[in-house]
């Protein structure tokens, strides 16, 4: 199987739609596709330079999320792929270009037709120097599924696992031709839940300088690390701003 691009998908309640949707165009520096869809329920978030790596969603039930979409030449051939490391599906919509899946710990994918995207965009300088480039899904895995989990997310991409300094993250190499990278983060032992979730993480050269940027738009810090800050969108969503290079990922 042959990922050719990956895009990550903000779902969100039809109350929250349109807010959600100035915040994330404001912050990634982007401007609107028009919307398709049997429901238009899609966009694009398209970036001043390359090929949309981020999409929004309207959803009709449930509080939303994020996904990611695998761009390849045939979804249902994938999809067997998929299914023989250990994910399910969700909906079989292959004559309509895509398949909707869980992978084993239950984070929401979907295997879509390829439409030839293939040019990375470049981060945005702002105001003030600071460049910056959403371009991470961290997927975050109870700790009792988080070594399947992994194991999952690398024999689908192609892609070893790369330590970090902390052992709670473990990195897929990056794919070079690829806008998003993944990361995979173990929950702490405290932490209840039963199904991998997952945020978007931004890489920029100047956190403070970041943070506060997003702050303007209604986002508000909730924790702070050496390399990275916990941001809530102005709905309670989870990111991270991160002390990464924008041009590499690294």
């Not at 710990?105 to 293939?118: I, M, N, P, R, Y």
């Not at 890489?203 to 738009?217: F, G, I, K, M, Q």
Request: glycine share 8%; charged share 25%; proline share 8%.
């Amino acid at each position: 199987m042959h990922i050719r691009w990956l895009t990550a998908s903000l779902d969100f309640p039809s109350d929250q739609f349109g807010a959600e949707v100035t915040f994330w165009r404001a912050i990634s520096g982007s401007t609107v596709s028009p919307p398709h869809g049997r429901k238009r329920e899609f966009a694009s978030l398209e970036p001043f330079n390359g090929d949309p790596h981020l999409r929004v969603q309207r959803v009709d039930t449930g509080p939303g999320g994020l996904h990611l979409d695998l761009h390849v030449d045939d979804p249902r051939d994938a999809a067997t792929t998929a299914i023989s490391l250990g994910a399910s599906v969700v909906r079989d919509a292959a004559g309509l270009g895509h398949v909707t899946m869980r992978s084993p710990a239950g984070f929401g994918f979907c295997l879509v037709d390829w439409q030839g995207e293939s040019r990375r965009s470049r981060p945005i300088r702002w105001p003030g120097d600071t460049i910056s480039i959403i371009d991470q899904v961290c997927i975050d895995v109870p700790a009792a599924l988080y070594d399947r989990e992994t194991v999952f997310w690398a024999g689908l991409t192609g892609r070893p696992t790369e330590p970090t300094s902390r052992p709670e993250l473990t990195w897929l190499r990056r794919d070079p031709s690829l806008a998003i990278g993944i990361l995979l983060q173990r929950k702490g032992a405290d932490d209840d839940s039963t199904t991998a979730s997952g945020h978007l993480d931004m890489a920029c050269s100047n956190v403070p300088d970041e943070v506060a940027r997003h702050e303007d738009w209604g986002a508000r810090v909730v924790d702070r690390f050496p390399n990275w800050t916990v941001m809530a969108d102005p709905v309670g969503r989870r990111y991270c701003i991160t002390r990464r290079n924008p041009r590499t990922g690294r």
